[in-house]
């Protein structure tokens, strides 16, 4: 008889819950900021060894060079600052997630939305620098993501992108405020506060600079849309 896997692997400096993808239906992440290279590297291990798809987020420079010679096989993406390794056939992508920036200097968060509503499940595309300071830039793309399961808008400065395209659509719409902006902007504060009182009823807000969770979410709620769950 084959042993039983544990519930939680203990490494010492981490206990890895092996049995979040029963319950939660994807693995555990790994938050990487304040971890040495050797302990995000014993991590990703022992999700692998466990046949579990890795995902890691927040990877600086250091660490994408030792995570690159340790699994080469691996995706990064250099923008977002994430790591992606999964373990056998990925299923076919469903649903249909959109990622909307206002701006280009969004785009790492973007990009952190857009490759973890990915791994998750989730169809997803991206529309860049296409804020409220130039409107048509937008309203160009309406009819390529007004049939969207569910919109990411990421936005700093003013943060009023999330309210202009949730005006648009019938879909829940996640905004995601950014440290981008001067001083006033108070690192994403000021987006913060501009989108927590969006006037569009389908808006929902998550953390300043929080793009893993806005394209997790979207990605349950994509696959929950595709009867997948």
């Given at each position: 008889m084959d042993?039983?896997?544990?519930?939680?692997?203990?490494?010492?400096?981490?206990?890895v819950d092996l049995e979040r993808r029963q319950r939660c239906g994807f693995p555990e992440v790994i938050y990487c900021e304040g971890k040495t290279c050797e302990w995000v590297e014993g991590v990703v291990r022992r999700l692998i060894d466990a046949k579990q798809h890795c995902l890691a987020t927040r990877v600086n420079d250091q660490l994408a060079v030792h995570l690159s010679a340790q699994f080469p096989s691996a995706q990064q993406d250099r923008v977002a600052r994430t790591f992606w390794l999964p373990s056998g056939d990925v299923a076919t992508p469903v649903g249909r997630v959109m990622v909307i920036t206002a701006g280009t200097s969004d785009l790492p968060v973007a990009r952190e939305a857009l490759v973890t509503a990915q791994a998750v499940g989730a169809s997803a595309e991206l529309i860049a620098d296409v804020g409220v300071a130039g409107i048509h830039r937008l309203l160009r793309h309406q009819q390529k993501f007004a049939d969207a399961d569910v919109i990411i808008v990421v936005a700093g400065m003013d943060g009023a992108l999330p309210s202009v395209v949730g005006g648009l659509v019938d879909c829940p719409v996640i905004a995601v405020p950014t440290s981008v902006g001067y001083g006033a902007a108070f690192s994403g504060l000021a987006p913060l506060l501009t989108m927590l009182n969006a006037?569009?009823?389908?808006?929902?807000?998550v953390n300043i600079d929080a793009g893993f969770k806005a394209g997790y979410v979207a990605a349950l709620i994509a696959r929950r849309m595709a009867g997948t769950e």
């Open positions: 042993p039983v896997e544990p519930a939680v692997a203990d490494l010492g400096y981490a206990h006037c569009s009823a389908n808006v929902v807000v």
